[in-house]
């Protein structure tokens, strides 16, 4: 069974940058053919994704408007880690943050996905900005 979990979330003001982890583990099928992707959540809003990356080919790299340019995925491979790091934060960055994954990833992980895109999924850490 694949187990993500998602650390370094926190409170932090306008402006501040966050470096989101997601460590994966029980995986049989190697991290760098999945689609690594990271969602947010906000309160009483749908679950939006906002980057993917495609780890064998990294021109197949996502990311949402909102958070283009500021934000940035990446992978360490030999830790099975991925993360999001998150500059230039604004109080409407505020949300749970999950990690989420496919094991057969390819160029369809650089086009917006929904939830039910993804296999597993993290328990969530929370970002909070506040102005």
């Known amino acids: 069974q694949v187990h993500l979990v998602e650390s370094g979330g926190g409170s932090v003001q306008t402006g501040a940058s966050l470096n989101l982890s997601c460590t994966v583990s029980g995986n049989k099928i190697s991290i760098a053919a999945h689609c690594m992707a990271w969602f947010r959540q906000a309160p009483g809003m749908e679950r939006e994704e906002v980057a993917a990356l495609f780890p064998i080919n990294s021109e197949y790299t996502y990311y949402s408007d909102s958070v283009k340019g500021r934000f940035t995925i990446s992978q360490d491979g030999r830790k099975n880690t991925f993360f999001l790091q998150m500059n230039t934060l604004k109080p409407e960055d505020t949300a749970m943050y999950y990690c989420?994954?496919?094991?057969?990833?390819?160029?369809?992980?650089?086009?917006?996905?929904?939830?039910?895109?993804?296999?597993?999924w993290g328990q969530g850490t929370q970002v909070t900005v506040s102005s």
């Open positions: 989420a994954g496919h094991p057969y990833g390819g160029a369809w992980c650089a086009r917006p996905q929904v939830v039910d895109s993804f296999d597993y």
